[in-house]
């Protein structure tokens, strides 16, 4: 099981260094990848109701700093040698298919394929509108055929696509991706399309447990979200073991209530030790990676928690 981390710093947006700090001294602890967050401008006022809170309110809206997504894995893969990058998650319809294919095929390149491609069909409608990307009613059907689109620019060798929200031919798309057939493309989302969507196309399955309208914060749970994502995929005419699952995790430890709304143990609460059973517990369920977030006012308390986890979590698990 690969274990990622998400570190976080008020500093880490305008201040190269720190943020180089971070995944060098990350890799240097033995975490195996690190997740970029995917949001280009922060409206003044956000209408939309943030998925993963139970008041809907977007927690990093006052931060104001935004760095671009791919541009930020380009420049922090020059820096580092071994450690992955996953997109967590890219919004598909914020870019126009050929730009965004032909930007993660060059990231994948010069990074010796060390990119992991995480979609989400996105969110925030105020973004959506700011960016004047397409319909926000519409970013499902735009999600699909733009993933359609890049799959077939990573791998054709004349690649053409004609749908309602993408279309070309007669190019040539070099140099393909150095991950063969394409990056690995982990599906976020829990709800029917989107997993429906990671079913379909996905070679992972990437949800965030603690969704307040569809949970999967506790073992069983999870047990249930995975045995309903390989029967789509059955569904989907694929091999069910042919999906991952890959989990993103937002909050974990002592500042977790120690039960889940089912009245059983929630997932990644308590100390360390019950973490790394839960993740023992995970690699028994076929979760072939986790990552977790560590948000601090510096870059060197961010590290401390990180190392402890290392010793204290992974050491264990």
């Given amino acids: 099981m690969d274990i990622g981390f998400d570190a976080r710093t008020p500093a880490a947006v305008s201040d190269p260094e720190e943020r180089i700090q971070l995944v060098t001294e990350g890799e240097r602890l ?15 006022s956000v209408r939309a109701k943030y998925p993963y809170a139970a008041d809907g309110v977007f927690p990093a809206v006052a931060s104001g700093g935004r760095l671009e997504q791919l541009t930020a894995i380009a420049f922090l893969a020059a820096k580092t040698s071994r450690l992955r990058f996953v997109t967590s998650v890219l919004v598909v319809p ?14 994948d390149v010069l990074s010796g394929g060390r990119l992991t491609v995480g979609v989400g069909a996105g969110w925030m409608e105020d973004e959506f509108e700011a960016l004047g990307a397409p319909s926000f009613s ?8 733009y993933i359609e689109a890049m799959k077939t620019l990573w791998t ?7 749908g309602a929200y993408a279309s070309f031919s007669d190019i040539e798309f070099e140099p393909k991706p150095v991950q063969k057939p394409h990056p690995p493309l982990w599906i976020g989302g829990l709800s029917g399309p989107a997993m429906r969507r990671a079913a379909r196309t996905g070679d992972a399955w990437y949800p965030v447990p603690n969704d307040p309208a569809r949970p999967l914060d506790s073992l069983e749970r999870l047990h249930a979200g ?8 059955e569904s989907a005419g694929r091999d069910p073991d042919s999906v991952a699952v890959a989990m993103r995790v937002h909050h974990h430890g002592e500042r977790l209530e120690p039960k889940a709304s089912d009245g059983e143990r929630r997932l990644f609460s308590g100390s360390g030790a019950e973490i790394a059973a839960d993740l023992r517990c995970l690699r028994d369920l076929g979760v072939v990676a986790v990552d977790f977030r560590f948000a601090h006012d510096t870059a060197e308390k961010a590290l401390l928690e990180m190392e402890a986890f290392q010793r204290d979590v992974v050491g264990r698990a």
């Fill in 30 to 44: 033995g975490f195996d990848y690190t997740t970029i967050s995917d949001h280009l401008v922060s409206p003044t």
């Fill in 94 to 107: 914020y870019r126009p298919p050929v730009l965004a294919a032909k930007v993660m095929a060059t990231v």
């Fill in 138 to 145: 519409d970013r499902g059907r735009v999600t699909d055929e």
């Fill in 156 to 162: 054709e060798p004349l690649p053409a696509y004609d």
């Fill in 226 to 233: 995975i045995a309903k994502m390989r029967s789509l995929a």
